[in-house]
């Protein structure tokens, strides 16, 4: 059966109008996915019924109209189908390819129509051509769907299908048969039709293409939901209305050790986490599934598999129903134990004593204020200001002075009563409120917190602490005037208590000096036993002997606050350690001058280390300004320190060289009366 040509390429432009039919229907319900391809998918419909047609009417139409542009518009058809698979794949058109083949194929196309006239070499060029871009488009086709992990499809067997007609055509040139007129060849006819179909067929291969890529587009979009949910960084979790967990995210997993093997069903996270409130939480998650609303639920106390408590801001809301008409619920929680944590410890601390752990004067202002009425009267007030809190920071530190302040809170926490308000009122004092209590009350709690400071020992020194007391009986009364009151009686008490404590104080200084260094011990006792034999050779008094005596024991406690490191080191010191052994006897003069028992030798401490030229320390003075005190201990500290052994020098002078080294700083360093009395009345030189 013989089809003439015209025949099949009105078929086959009747094949294309329907695929372009076929081709506008489907990008109707998919036109979002096309991205900017649409209008090249288009032409190439239009471009190739556009191109038929000049060669069914070529012999009615201009020779160029049907032969070049009619040839031309079938091959650029083919380049829209290449441009429109890349745009659909966004990804970079070879423009710079599509322009040279064009070219070429337009000028090789020209010379054969006009130069050198010949019909069988044009078929062959635009058939080279059309295999050319097929090519292309199949290439970068396949090389996206492998990207995509899809199928070929379709569209790949069309285009494949494609470019074996067009191959056939060649075949069909290069071996020719004996039909005189090639385009009554029934076979080519035939190809037409065939390329019509696959034409045709081309619409359905872009509605797999669109398909496909739709269907990987949602499969990316659905692992990148579930990554969302898996590495979201806040506790997420998807349950079925039956109970089922869909989804936990790894954040839940890390923050309570549950994975979503361990909690089967939402009923079994309840019962493992919610503890007594498992059945009013389970009762609320039930009707989030007949709701689609979104909840906030209240703050929830989490048990974690590891028994630890956390504490959840959930927010829950219905998300869908599954195929089998299941209803989706997914809950996001917010950790917020550390922000709970955080703000009970800002509340703890606006109100208490960091220190020791009471109530602080901002507190203790707010409830004064609150109680300050009938209902609380007699209400009380007892002040307390700790005994010799300075004298034990110059000494031991500060870290020592807190260890007292926290010692006589923790006693004070634990004498006063239920109803009682505590605080410290600032750096050494207490206050104490007593509701519905006499002054009998409070002095009965003043002499419970005195037994107690008696019964506990400290390391520096005795515990003691002076209090007062006043009570509000009448409504009429200013409670800040009892609070004068009560302040006025506590410092009298403590002009009373202070002198004692402090005087134990500097012997547990000097206590603690000589178990510092046994060296310095032995050092103080004799400059001691020296300073008195130089006192009793120039006929001092005896209660100027006696304060001598006491003086050189005591005269290096100012020490006490020096490191060992720097008192026994074997090399030279460095001028800013010198500096701080410079300080010893002004820090030794405060401590004595702190207590009554030993403040008259704070003087002679002072001034020591005076030289008699006015080039000692600390204070520079010279001549009949240092007192006789200090002349007498400098002159035995120093024949002592010679004739010792000291880390700085191993081997100790001798008598007679330390007796020269005396009388060569006689007058300079020392007093020279001093220095003579010594030699010929006490060492008898």
């Known amino acids: 059966m013989n089809i003439p040509l015209q025949d099949s390429l009105i078929i086959f432009s009747i094949l294309y109008f329907f695929g372009f039919i076929s081709f506008l229907s489907i990008s109707t319900n998919n036109f979002s996915s096309f991205n900017k391809s649409f209008p090249y998918f288009s032409g190439y419909f239009i471009l190739n019924c556009l191109g038929i047609y000049g060669i069914y009417f070529r012999r009615s139409i201009p020779f160029f109209i049907s032969v070049i542009l009619a040839n031309l518009i079938l091959y650029l058809s083919q380049v829209f ?33 006009y130069i050198y006239p010949n019909f069988k070499i044009r078929i062959l060029i635009l058939n080279i051509g059309l295999i050319f871009n097929l090519v292309l488009i199949y290439h970068r086709h396949n090389t996206q769907i492998k990207k995509y992990n899809l199928s070929r499809g379709i569209f790949g067997i069309t285009i494949i299908t494609m470019i074996l007609i067009n191959i056939f055509r060649i075949l069909m040139l290069l071996f020719p048969t004996n039909v005189e007129n090639f385009l009554d060849y029934n076979f080519y006819s035939l190809s037409i039709i065939l390329a019509g179909i696959t034409g045709n067929m081309v619409a359905f291969g872009i509605l797999s293409i669109v398909n496909n890529k739709n269907l990987y587009d949602l499969v990316k979009v659905g692992n990148i939901f579930e990554n969302s949910i898996n590495n979201a960084p806040i506790p997420i979790i998807i349950h079925a209305e039956d109970g089922a967990i869909l989804n936990v995210s790894q954040n839940w997993t890390e923050l309570t ?38 909840y906030h639920y209240r703050e929830v106390k989490v048990l974690t598999k590891d028994k630890r408590k956390l504490t959840w801001n959930f927010k829950s809301g219905y998300i869908g129903n599954l195929p089998d008409g299941r209803a989706v619920v997914m809950s996001v929680a917010i950790d ?7 703000e009970k410890k800002i509340n703890y601390l606006s109100y208490h004593d960091q220190l020791t752990g009471l109530y602080n004067r901002r507190f203790f202002e707010e409830e004064k204020k609150r109680l300050d009425n009938p209902r609380n009267l007699p209400l009380s007030i007892i002040i307390g200001d700790i005994n010799g809190l300075k004298l034990t920071n ?33 750096g050494d004092e207490f206050i104490i409120l007593l509701p519905n209590s006499k002054i009998k009350d409070a002095n009965l709690l003043i002499n419970r917190i005195q037994k107690k400071i008696k019964e506990t020992s400290f390391e520096y020194g005795n515990l003691s602490i002076s209090f007062g007391a006043d009570t509000k009986k009448e409504e009429d ?24 404590v402090r005087g134990e104080t500097i012997k547990t200084i000097i206590t603690t000096l000589f ?17 008195v034999s130089i006192a009793n050779k120039m006929g001092l008094s005896q209660t100027s002997i006696d304060d001598i005596k006491t003086m050189g024991i005591v005269h290096d406690i100012g020490q006490i606050i020096i490191d060992l490191s720097i008192l026994d080191k074997p090399n030279k010191l460095t001028d800013e ?10 820090s030794g003069s405060k401590m004595l001058n702190s207590s009554p028992e030993y403040a008259r ?75 003579d009395i010594f030699i010929t009345e006490v060492l008898k030189r």
């Open 394 to 426: 110059d000494a031991f530190g500060h870290l020592a002075g807190d260890k007292l302040i926290k010692v006589i809170g923790n006693i004070i926490s634990e004498t006063t009563r239920k109803n009682d308000i505590a605080a410290r009122w600032g």
């Open 257 to 294: 050790l549950y994975t979503k093997s361990d909690i089967q069903t939402i009923f079994d996270w309840g019962k493992k986490a919610y503890g007594k409130d498992k059945d009013e939480i389970i009762e609320y998650i039930n009707t989030l599934y007949k709701s689609n609303k979104k």
């Open 515 to 531: 178990k510092k260094s046994i060296d310095i011990k032995d050092h103080s006792m004799r400059v001691s036993d020296i300073a």
């Open 81 to 113: 189908l290449l441009i429109a698979i890349d745009k659909f794949y966004k990804i970079a058109v070879p423009f710079k390819t599509i322009i040279i083949s064009t070219i070429l194929y337009l000028v090789t196309f020209s010379i054969f129509a």
């Open 577 to 586: 350690e010198r500096k701080i052994i410079e300080q010893h006897p002004l």
């Open 477 to 500: 009364e200013d409670i800040d005037e009892i609070f004068i009151e009560a302040e006025k009686f506590m410092y009298q008490n403590k002009l009373i208590e202070n002198k004692n």
């Open 336 to 342: 917020v134990t550390n922000r709970i944590e955080r």
């Open 601 to 675: 030798l704070s003087v002679g401490i002072l001034h020591h280390h005076e030289r008699i030229d006015g080039k000692g320390y600390p204070s520079k003075i010279a001549g009949d300004q240092i007192p006789i005190e200090s002349k007498i201990i400098a002159v035995a500290d120093a024949f002592d320190a010679m004739t010792s052994k000291k880390p700085y020098r191993l081997t100790p002078l001798s008598l007679e060289e330390a007796i020269t080294e005396l009388k060569e700083n006689s007058g300079s360093q020392f007093d020279k009366k001093i220095v």
